[in-house]
C-alpha cells in the first residue's frame, strides 16, 4: 500500500509528463526500427507495449524504458533472412528470452559493473551525437532513412551519416525547416519559462507542446501554402497503423513457428540475441544509473530477469526482440521521470494509440518530433560534459573520446568493446607504474611491492634485477603484497639462487605466494646451493 501511495503521487507529480515525452521519442523509434528490421509494422509496437507495461513494471530500475532497440537491427533483419520466415524467428525471441531468465538465475548482471565510467560516459555522449546527427536530415526533410537507424552505415537506403547529412543541406524541405525552427524555439522558451516556476509550463511537456504546434503548422500548410504541406506523403509523417476493430488487431498477431525448433540456426540466432540484448540493456542500465539525479543504483539481475520475460512475451505476441534503451531512458530523465510510473505510462500511451487515435497521430510530421530528439541529443552531449571528463585526467578523457568515435563512426558494441579495451589499457599501465618501487642509495637497494604481483609485472621486475651491480646489498620487501604470481615468485627464487654468484646479497622480507611453506622453500633452495 505504501508503495501504491508513493507510485500514484509520483505519477501525478512528474512521470506522467515524462510520460508522454518517452511515448513521442518511442513511437516513430518503434514503427522505424520495425521497418528497418524487415519485420512487420506492427511488431514494433507491440515491443514497445511490452517494454513499457511489463518490463517497466518488473525492471530493476526506477527510471530505464525498453522497447525494440536499434542496435539489434542488422542481427535481426540478418536472422529472418537466413531462417527464411517471420515467425520461425518468433521462436529464436522466445529461447533469447529464457536464456536471459538463466542468466539472471546465474546472477551475470554484475559483470556490467566492470565497463569503465568514462566507456559509459562516452556511450551516453557519442549516442547523443548520433541522435543530432540521424535527426538533423528529418529536420530538414530527408526522411529516406527509418527512424531508429542509428549504425553509421545504413541499410535503407545504402547511405552512411556523413552523406546522408550531405544530401539532405542539399536538397531540403522548406516547409520541414519551418516546423523544425519553429518546434524547437517553442521547447526552448517553453523550458526556460518552466525554470522559472510559472505554473502553466510547468504544468504540460515542451514536447506535447512542440508536436501540437507542428500539427498546426503542417494543417496549415494545407490552406495556405499547398506547396510546403507534408500530409501529401507519408514519408515525411508518422504512419501508424489503423485498425477498424479489435478483431483486425489479433489477425494481425503472429505467432511462433515452432516447428523451428528443429532448426540449428534458432540456437545460433537465439544465443545471437540474448547476448547482445543482454549486454545492451545492463549497458543502458549503467547509463541509467549515471544520469540519474537521485544515483539509485539498478539491480542488473532483476533487469535481466525482467528483459527475459519482456522477450518471451514478445516472441509469443509477434513483437521485436527487447531491450533497456538509453534514447528513451535519457527522454524519460530529461523530462523528469523518477519512477517506473513514466515507463509504464509511455507503454499505455502506446495501446492507445494503436487503439484510439491513430489518425490523429498520422498528422504528426516527422520534422516536430525530429526537434524533440534533437534536445535529447544536445542534453546526452553538452558541451560541458567533455569539460568535465578532461579535467578528470587524460587515463579517463583518451577512452571516452575513443568511445565516441566508434560509435559515431561504427555502431555501438564496438564503441564499448574498444573503449573498454584502452580503458584497461590505462589501468595497467597505471598499476604497471605502481606496484613495484626501486629506491637506490649508494649500494643499498630496495625493491618494493606496493600490491599484489602478477605475470603482467614480470618485465619491469626483471628489467630492474637486470640493473643490480656487483657488490650491491638488496632488500626486497613483499608485505604489501597479498599474493605473488607464480611466474614472479620463481623469478625471485631463480635470482636469489645466483645473487652469491654475482656478488650481490638479497635479503627477502615476505616473499610468498600462499602460505609460509614458500618462504621456507626459498630458504631451503638458497642453502641448498
Not at 4 to 24: C, H, M, P
Not at 30 to 44: E, M, T
Not at 349 to 362: E, Q, T
Not at 469 to 488: L, S
Request: net charge neutral; aromatic share 10%; charged share 15%.
Amino acid at each position: 500500500m505504501q508503495n501504491f501511495n508513493f507510485y500514484q503521487k509520483s505519477f501525478f507529480r512528474n512521470d506522467w509528463k515524462s510520460g508522454i515525452s518517452v511515448f513521442l521519442v518511442a513511437l516513430p523509434l518503434c514503427l522505424g526500427i520495425a521497418l528497418a528490421s524487415g519485420a512487420p509494422l506492427f511488431a514494433g509496437l507491440i515491443s514497445g507495449i511490452i517494454g513499457g507495461i511489463i518490463i517497466g513494471t518488473l525492471s530493476g530500475s526506477e527510471i530505464s524504458v525498453s522497447g525494440p532497440a536499434a542496435g539489434l537491427t542488422i542481427i535481426v533483419a540478418t536472422a529472418i533472412k537466413d531462417l527464411g520466415s517471420y515467425q520461425g524467428f518468433l521462436v529464436a525471441v522466445i529461447l533469447a528470452g529464457i536464456i536471459q531468465l538463466g542468466l539472471s538465475y546465474l546472477k551475470a548482471g554484475k559483470y556490467s559493473a566492470y565497463f569503465p565510467d568514462s566507456v559509459i560516459k562516452g556511450m551516453l555522449v557519442a549516442i547523443g551525437l548520433v541522435i543530432i546527427l540521424k535527426q538533423i536530415p528529418h529536420a530538414l526533410g530527408d526522411d529516406q532513412d527509418y527512424e531508429g537507424e542509428f549504425e553509421f552505415e545504413q541499410v535503407a537506403d545504402s547511405q552512411n551519416t556523413i552523406t546522408e547529412l550531405i544530401r539532405s543541406f542539399v536538397d531540403f524541405n522548406y516547409g520541414a525547416v519551418n516546423i523544425t525552427i519553429a518546434c524547437l524555439v517553442l521547447m526552448i522558451v517553453w523550458d526556460k519559462l518552466a525554470k522559472k516556476k510559472i505554473g502553466f509550463f510547468q504544468a504540460f511537456p515542451s514536447s506535447l507542446a512542440a508536436v501540437g504546434l507542428g500539427i498546426l503548422i503542417n494543417e496549415m500548410y494545407q490552406y495556405f501554402r499547398p506547396e510546403y504541406y507534408l500530409g501529401n506523403s507519408h514519408i515525411h509523417m508518422v504512419s501508424v497503423p489503423i485498425f477498424n476493430s479489435f478483431t483486425d488487431i489479433t489477425k494481425t498477431l503472429l505467432s511462433p513457428d515452432f516447428t523451428f525448433l528443429t532448426n540449428a540456426k534458432i540456437y545460433t540466432v537465439a544465443i545471437t540475441l540474448a547476448v547482445v540484448a543482454s549486454l545492451e540493456s545492463l549497458l543502458s542500465l549503467e547509463a541509467a544509473d549515471s544520469i540519474d539525479p537521485q544515483k539509485r543504483i539498478s539491480s542488473s539481475d532483476k533487469e535481466l530477469f525482467a528483459q527475459g520475460i519482456g522477450n518471451i512475451l514478445a516472441g509469443f505476441l509477434g513483437g521485436l526482440p527487447v531491450t533497456s534503451v538509453v534514447v528513451r531512458t535519457s527522454a524519460n530523465v530529461y523530462s523528469g521521470g523518477k519512477t517506473r510510473m513514466s515507463g509504464i505510462f509511455h507503454g499505455v500511451l502506446l495501446v492507445a494509440s494503436v487503439l484510439f487515435i491513430p489518425s490523429i497521430l498520422n498528422k504528426i510530421p516527422l520534422a516536430s518530433l525530429a526537434a524533440v530528439l534533437l534536445m535529447v541529443g544536445y542534453k546526452l552531449a553538452h558541451p560541458s560534459i567533455f569539460k568535465k571528463v578532461f579535467k578528470d585526467g587524460l587515463d579517463q578523457f583518451i577512452p571516452f573520446i575513443i568511445t565516441i568515435l566508434v560509435i559515431v563512426f561504427k555502431d555501438l558494441l564496438w564503441g564499448i568493446f574498444i573503449g573498454s579495451a584502452v580503458g584497461i589499457i590505462f589501468v595497467l599501465k597505471s598499476n604497471f607504474r605502481n606496484i613495484i618501487s626501486f629506491i637506490r642509495e649508494g649500494n643499498q637497494v630496495l625493491i618494493k611491492f606496493n600490491k599484489d604481483v602478477f605475470f603482467l609485472n614480470k618485465p619491469k621486475l626483471k628489467e630492474i634485477l637486470l640493473s643490480l651491480q656487483e657488490g650491491d646489498e638488496v632488500f626486497i620487501d613483499g608485505t604489501k603484497a597479498n599474493f605473488i604470481d607464480h611466474d614472479v615468485f620463481n623469478v625471485l627464487l631463480d635470482f636469489k639462487k645466483n645473487a652469491k654468484n654475482k656478488g650481490i646479497s638479497v635479503e627477502f622480507k615476505n616473499i610468498n605466494r600462499n602460505s609460509k611453506q614458500n618462504i621456507n622453500l626459498i630458504e631451503e633452495d638458497t642453502n641448498n646451493s
